[in-house]
């Protein structure tokens, strides 16, 4: 059983920072890409950052300067630095990775993590 779990959502002005966090634990041999997706209220789900276990990251336009995802391959984490947030921001955060846990690769998501960013 592998599971991913959040943490740092919270409440935060505009302008604010905050930084999530995602650790990977359980039956794991092997993670490859990891990243974060988000979804507002009434959209569909968005990717917002990536990255491999190479360290190649990749962005989405609405965040490009204002985010930086990073990853500790030896603690199998994933962490998303938001600064200069926006309203625009808001949303549950989703953890992603792809995850090679013995026998298959699978993906796997986290349970989410609320940001809202105030005006």
């Known amino acids: 059983q592998v599971q991913l779990v959040e943490s740092g959502g919270g409440l935060v002005q505009a302008g604010g920072s905050l930084r999530l966090s995602c650790a990977a634990s359980?039956?794991?041999?092997?993670?490859?890409?990891m990243g974060w997706y988000r979804q507002a209220p009434g959209k569909q789900r968005e990717m917002v950052a990536d990255?491999?276990?190479?360290?190649?990251?990749n962005y989405a336009h609405s965040v490009k300067g204002r985010f930086a995802i990073s990853r500790d391959n030896a603690k199998n984490t994933v962490s998303l630095q938001m600064n200069s947030l926006k309203p625009e921001d808001t949303a549950v955060y989703y953890c992603?990775?792809?995850?090679?846990?013995?026998?298959?690769?699978?993906?796997?998501w986290g349970q989410g993590t609320q940001v809202t960013v105030s005006s």
């Open positions: 990255i491999s276990r190479g360290g190649t990251t």
């Open positions: 359980g039956s794991i041999v092997s993670i490859n890409t």
């Open positions: 992603n990775a792809d995850i090679w846990n013995v026998a298959n690769w699978h993906n796997y």
